[in-house]
């Protein structure tokens, strides 16, 4: 991977700082905190270049909302991104490594998808399914849960592994049911 940015998304604010939605954000820190990266404000995002093994990397927070993710991204191709997102579609704390795909309801993925296209790799990360009665919005809005907290390393485990050795390594090694 030529170039690689690791976009972890979120929302801007104290007040989303520990929502299950930024749960990518978390991420992104925890790659800057090992690869000794600081945070600078960009162009609608805060950016943290680092190295990572023999590749320059620029991690990324998008201080857009969510829902327009995408407007942070401009100017990079898809094929550089690696996005690191949370997932109603996985068991809460599982990580799992995809290429392409659709927005499965996900705004900030939506909105990529229709600034770049859908072909780029993401690290998805579990949050689980509201219970009855909560609404999705409510849902990913509330506070994170200890089992998505304690999948941010492993989620920038997934992530080194894309930079490092490639989507079809990361999802060989990530994917894999026990």
Do not use: C
């Not at 989620?155 to 060989?172: I, W």
């Amino acid at each position: 991977m030529k170039s690689p940015i690791v976009v972890g998304l979120g929302n801007p604010g104290r007040s989303y700082e520990r929502t299950r939605h930024n749960v990518g954000f978390l991420v992104a820190d925890e790659l800057a905190s090992r690869h000794g990266g600081s945070w600078r404000s960009k162009k609608k995002a805060e950016a943290a270049p680092v190295g990572l093994g023999l590749k320059n990397v620029t991690l990324l927070k998008p201080t857009t909302y969510m829902n327009n993710s995408g407007t942070a991204l401009a100017g990079y191709k898809p094929e550089q991104l690696v996005v690191v997102h949370d997932d109603l579609d996985l068991p809460v704390g599982d990580v799992r490594v995809k290429v392409g795909g659709g927005a499965g309801g996900h705004n900030g993925l939506r909105s990529i998808i229709q600034h770049l296209g859908n072909d780029f790799v993401r690290v998805r990360i579990g949050i689980g399914r509201p219970p009855a009665g909560m609404t999705v919005t409510d849902y990913v809005l509330g506070r994170m849960d200890s089992a998505i907290k304690e999948a941010v390393p492993l989620a920038a485990n997934a992530a080194e592994a894309v930079v490092e050795s490639g989507p079809e390594a990361a999802m060989n090694r990530f994917n894999a049911r026990s």
